[in-house]
Structure formats: structure tokens, C-alpha cells
């Protein structure tokens, strides 16, 4: 029963891979993007487009620093052909004397819809459950959706094994050929609703060369998770999102036969280094008299991995809740607090709690005046362990700031006004009783922008200025900056634009440096018929230490840049489909 059993097994894989060529070989090695089986019949038959362009870019500096190549020219042109809107884009580029051809590659994605069904063949992706899996598959797949009915099955490649010469020096560190398989089943919707997810992943051994083996372990993995939500009351809602890993780091290790291992192992084969880990969240949120509140825990176990997620953090828990409100019809409130702590099973030397805390206000005052205030605050605090926690180096960390932003625009016949004021404090601060304050850093920032539109001539005016000081131990840093600039377009269809910015930099370091910088920057750009974009770019920056205990007090260093741009894009084949012909002769 074995051998027949492997030889239907041998006959599906290679059915599999003839089916796989025949669609590499029909794409041409293309990247095949998705399609609707319903809409190919309304796809054009032919269409073949490209463009052409140059990027040109000259920079020259006097300062100690200025290593950059004074001269940067690229050459390149693209190509897509779609048939049927299957799309096959080609790529050339050139560059300072290196040439650089990409054509399509080796894989594809089609997922043809059908009424409630989709496929999916090659590269691509299926909603799973955060805990289970959020990466793509390279693979075959096939989902079923309605109102309430859902249901969904892939099998494929999670990813691509690497598998260089050992010998080589420079060789990239080996992985396995990961595949997998799952489906996924749920009924319900809104605030009601149950979803059971499944994966099944493992490591290809021989997809590798023996003598990475020893280096390299393959991992297995099976995974549950559940999904859902009731709403036993009209304002009330209860979420949960959980999930369990079986999880073996090498599929090499002994095997386990005895024991409750055992029982399961049809399912899934026990070894040594196998673990059975436990991931996820359950929240509660309620809602009455315009008040909206939320509670959230969270627990990921230590060591919990599922090989169809990318890297997630373990081994801690989280507490969070959360309100937000409006007041008056005008003022709109909302507060959230979450504390989280580690080491949950008491084996790390420390344990780390940290607390996250926010509040924001906004509201509009008439229709010109809009005002907006935040504070954020995290505290970071170390425990005891395994080991007790030394007080003189304790973690104990505070960082807070505090935001307000009032907004005020205007409108007249002939002017639009936009005025801007923000203010931000920012305090970095050690705790810990016996810090000295040496990494303690508290910054302030102010800025002031406004913008003006000069409708009859349609110009763009922007100003703005900033402030910021930054206070350490024994350290001083200040940053004044101010800019101006303009815009505008011209010519009928407004196809040629002029920009212009003028900016002022004063930077200095208490004790040590002050440094004062002058730039101007300024672009035009121009479409002719619609195919043809030109644009041309150049600033130059003036600046240099202004400190007056100096031997030399001057702008004396120099930057300047110059790019020239152009892009032709082009159509060189388009066989629409009779429809469309038929409109265009209307």
C-alpha cells in the first residue's frame, strides 16, 4: 500500500511540474500580473508600450567631504507587452559604463476570478490569521467567498532554497526550500463570525547540499489558529485571535515514541527538539453615550514561531485599553495605556516592563481656526530575574513629549492664506536614583509656516522658519533654519513648471562649532505632446564655520548640483479589441 501510495504521489508531482512549465513556457518567463477570467474576453488582443529616457546629474564640491562622482549619466529604456492584459515588462539600463539587462523572470501570478471563487497560481498571497500566516506562497491555491461562507486551500513554496558552493568564501548563508500547505474555513460576518486556520510547513532536506547539512537545521511546523468574534449585546463586542505551534527546529534529532508524543504522531512527528507553543490576543470593546472604550490582552509565548510569518516577537504579555469620545460635537478626545512585560517564564537573567501612554485633542474653532495637542509617554523599567537587578545600573528610562499645532486658513477673491504653528518638547530622561544625567537630553522645537496662493497669477508662496535646542549633559545644540520659495505653471495646458527655493541654515554646537549654510535651488520642467518630459534641476549650497574665534570666519566651502532629465514614453503596437474600434469610430 506504501509503494503505491509514493507511486501516485511521484505521478502528481510530476503532472505538477509539467503544469508548471507549460505556464512558464506559454508566459515566456514573464511576470504574469492577475487577471479576472470574466474580464480577458474584455482585455485588448495586443498592446505594446515603452519608454525611453537619459538622467543626467553633474555635482561638484569644495568641502572635505564632497566624494561623490562630479558626473552621473544613466541610459534607459522599458518595454511591456501585455496580451490579453497579461503583462511582460523588459527593462535596460546603463549607467557610467555599466550595463544592466532585466528581463522577466522565471515566475508568475494569475488569480482568475470566478462568481465567489478566486485562484491563484504562482506568486502569491491568502488572508490568514496573523499568528498562522502572512507571507506569500509560490504555489497553486483556491478560495471561496460570500456573504457568510468562506472557505480556502493553497499548496506551495514559502521560500526559495540557496544553495551555493560551500567552498566559495563568498557565499550567501544556506536555506532549505521551504513548502507548506493549509486551508482555512469560517462562517459569519461583522460582529459575528469564526474562522479555523491550519498550516503545514516543513524544509526540503536534499534541497541543499550535504555539506551544508551540519551547519543548517531543517525545521517543521504545524500550526492552529481561531478566529472570531461575538456580539452579545447591541453595544458590546468581544474579539479573540489565537493560535498553537507545534514547532520542531531540527528535523534531524531523534524521534520520540513514546509518551503523549506518540498519540500524535500521524499528525505530526515528535523529536527532541520539538515545542508546542501558545500565541494570541483577546479584546473587548463597549460603547455608550458617545463614549467608545476598548480592552486588549495580548500573551505570545517563549520560543513561538510558525514558519509561515515572518519574525514576531515572543515570550511577553501586554495589557491595553483605550477611550475616545466627542465632546460637544466639536472637541474630539482619545487616550490609550498599555503596559507590557517579558521573561514570562522567569528564565532570563531580567525582567523588562514597559508602558505606553498617549492622549490627543483636537477640535475646529469656526470654519478658519483648527487647534491639535498630543502627549506621548514611554517608561521602560527592569526587574529581577533569575539574577537580582544591580540598583546602580538599574534600566529605569522615561521619554515624553508634548505636541500642540494650531492651524488658520483664509480665502478672498483674490488671495488663499494658510498659517501653521507648531510646538514640540521632547525629555529623554534617566530614572534611575543614581544617574548622573549623563544621557538625559531634552529638546524644544518651534516652527512657523506660511503659504499663499496669489490667484490672478496663480503663484504658490511658501515661507517658513524653525527653532530647535537641544539641551545634554555639558551639551548645547541649536538648529535656526528659514526657507522661501515659489511656484507656478504656465502655457495653456499648463505643461510648463517653474519652482524656486531660497534656504537659510544656522547650526551651532556650544563651545565648539558654529556653522552657517546658504542654498538656492530652483527646477523647470516642460511635456511636449504629451509623450515628451523634459525637466531641469540645479542648487547650489554656500556654507562653513561662522565661528569668530576662527582664523578664517567665511562661507568657504561650496556645493553644486545640475541634473538634466528626459523621458519619451511610446505606443508601438495596439490591437484593441472590436469594441472599442467600433466607440472610437462614433
Excluded at 534541497?207 to 478566529?227: A, C, D, F, M
Excluded at 525582567?351 to 477640535?363: E, I, L
Excluded at 530647535?468 to 507656478?488: D, F, N, T, V
Amino acid at each position: 500500500m506504501r509503494k503505491r501510495t509514493d507511486s501516485l504521489t511521484t505521478l502528481l508531482t510530476r503532472r505538477t511540474c509539467s503544469l508548471w512549465l507549460f505556464f512558464a513556457l506559454l508566459t515566456s518567463g514573464s511576470n504574469v500580473l492577475a487577471q479576472d477570467i470574466s474580464q480577458i474576453a474584455q482585455s485588448d488582443p495586443l498592446i505594446i508600450t515603452g519608454s525611453i529616457g537619459t538622467r543626467n546629474t553633474y555635482y561638484h564640491s569644495t568641502g572635505s567631504y564632497g566624494n561623490a562622482s562630479p558626473l552621473s549619466n544613466t541610459i534607459y529604456a522599458n518595454l511591456d507587452i501585455s496580451i490579453y492584459g497579461f503583462s511582460m515588462p523588459f527593462s535596460l539600463y546603463y549607467s557610467n559604463d555599466n550595463l544592466d539587462f532585466n528581463y522577466p523572470h522565471i515566475s508568475f501570478n494569475l488569480t482568475p476570478h470566478y462568481k465567489n471563487w478566486t485562484g491563484y497560481v504562482g506568486r502569491s498571497s491568502m488572508q490568514f490569521s496573523s499568528y498562522v500566516m502572512n507571507m506569500a506562497f509560490n504555489g497553486v491555491g483556491v478560495e471561496y467567498n460570500n456573504k457568510k461562507k468562506r472557505f480556502g486551500v493553497f499548496y506551495g513554496n514559502l521560500r526559495s532554497a540557496i544553495n551555493d558552493n560551500p567552498a566559495d568564501p563568498a557565499a550567501r548563508t544556506p536555506q532549505y526550500r521551504r513548502v507548506g500547505w493549509g486551508f482555512k474555513v469560517g462562517y459569519g460576518s461583522g460582529a459575528n463570525f469564526i474562522d479555523i486556520y491550519l498550516l503545514r510547513a516543513h524544509d526540503q532536506l536534499k534541497s541543499i547540499s550535504e555539506g551544508w547539512r551540519t551547519q543548517v537545521s531543517p525545521e517543521e511546523n504545524l500550526v492552529v489558529g481561531i478566529k472570531g468574534a461575538i456580539s452579545p449585546l447591541p453595544r458590546l463586542a468581544i474579539t479573540a485571535n489565537v493560535a498553537t505551534s507545534a514547532f520542531t527546529a531540527d528535523q534531524q534529532s531523534e524521534k520520540i515514541t513514546v509518551g503523549e508524543a506518540a498519540r500524535f504522531d500521524k499528525v505530526f512527528e515528535a523529536h527532541t527538539t520539538s515545542s508546542v507553543r501558545f500565541a494570541g490576543d483577546v479584546s473587548m470593546s463597549y460603547s455608550l453615550f458617545g463614549v467608545s472604550a476598548a480592552l486588549t490582552y495580548r500573551m505570545i509565548q517563549p520560543d513561538y514561531k510558525s514558519l509561515g510569518t515572518y519574525y514576531m516577537s515572543n515570550n511577553y504579555h501586554s495589557l491595553g485599553v483605550s477611550l475616545n469620545t466627542m465632546l460637544f460635537k466639536k472637541i474630539s478626545l482619545s487616550g490609550s495605556f498599555s503596559g507590557q512585560e517579558d521573561n514570562l517564564t522567569n528564565k532570563q537573567l531580567y525582567t523588562t516592563r514597559g508602558f505606553v501612554y498617549n492622549a490627543m485633542a483636537s477640535t475646529r474653532i469656526g470654519e478658519h481656526l483648527n487647534l491639535s495637542a498630543g502627549y506621548n509617554g514611554y517608561t521602560q523599567v527592569q526587574g529581577d530575574g533569575t539574577a537580582v537587578v544591580d540598583e546602580h545600573r538599574k534600566i529605569h528610562r522615561l521619554l515624553q513629549s508634548f505636541t500642540f499645532t494650531p492651524t488658520y486658513m483664509f480665502d478672498t477673491e483674490t488671495f488663499s492664506h494658510n498659517i501653521s504653528v507648531s510646538a514640540n518638547l521632547t525629555d529623554n530622561k534617566d530614572k534611575n536614583k543614581y544617574a548622573t544625567g549623563q544621557s538625559d537630553v531634552k529638546t524644544t522645537g518651534l516652527g512657523l509656516s506660511y503659504g499663499i496662493t496669489i490667484k490672478p497669477w496663480e503663484i504658490d508662496l511658501t515661507s517658513s522658519l524653525s527653532h530647535q535646542l537641544s539641551k545634554g549633559y555639558q551639551s548645547e545644540y541649536r538648529s535656526e533654519i528659514g526657507s522661501l520659495s515659489a511656484s507656478r505653471s504656465f502655457l495653456k495646458e499648463k505643461n510648463l513648471s517653474v519652482s524656486a527655493t531660497g534656504t537659510l541654515c544656522y547650526n551651532e554646537v556650544k563651545y565648539n562649532s558654529k556653522n552657517l549654510s546658504l542654498g538656492f535651488d530652483a527646477s523647470v520642467g516642460y511635456t511636449l505632446a504629451k509623450v515628451h518630459t523634459f525637466s531641469l534641476a540645479g542648487g547650489m549650497n554656500k556654507y562653513g564655520d561662522v565661528n569668530m574665534t576662527n582664523r578664517r570666519s567665511n562661507l568657504d566651502d561650496l556645493d553644486i548640483n545640475v541634473s538634466f532629465n528626459y523621458a519619451y514614453t511610446f505606443s508601438l503596437i495596439e490591437i484593441k479589441r472590436k469594441a472599442d474600434k467600433e466607440n472610437k469610430k462614433m
